[in-house]
């Protein structure tokens, strides 16, 4: 059984940093693209960035230069380190796997984490 688990989410304050983590296990994810996304409560959910099998990451405009993901392959986990943060960056952070090197659909989903920039 195939199961995300995010962890690493809190409240920051604007200018600071975060690192949430996503624990893949049932399966091994690395060849597969895997990615964030953010929603907040009554808005459409956000893909914020991914990262597909053969290790090309993809961001979303607002966290450009700002947001890295990346995997650790021996642990089966994915990251996402924010910096600069903003208080526009505040929303539930869910990963995601899909089931083929690219990033067209995501099929597996962890139950989030919650992360609050304040101004």
């Known amino acids: 059984q195939v199961q995300l688990v995010e962890s690493g989410g809190g409240s920051v304050q604007a200018g600071g940093s975060l690192r949430v983590s996503c624990a893949a296990s049932g399966y091994t994810g690395n060849k597969y693209c895997m990615g964030w996304f953010r929603q907040i409560p009554g808005k459409e959910r956000e893909r914020v960035a991914v990262i597909d099998g053969s290790g090309g990451t993809y961001y979303a405009y607002s966290v450009k230069g700002r947001f890295t993901i990346s995997r650790d392959t021996a642990k089966n986990t994915l990251y996402l380190q924010m910096n600069s943060l903003k208080p526009e960056d505040s929303a539930m952070y869910y990963c995601?796997?899909?089931?083929?090197?690219?990033?067209?659909?995501?099929?597996?989903w962890g139950q989030g984490t919650q992360v609050t920039v304040s101004s």
């Open positions: 995601a796997s899909g089931l083929t090197s690219y990033c067209s659909q995501f099929t597996y």
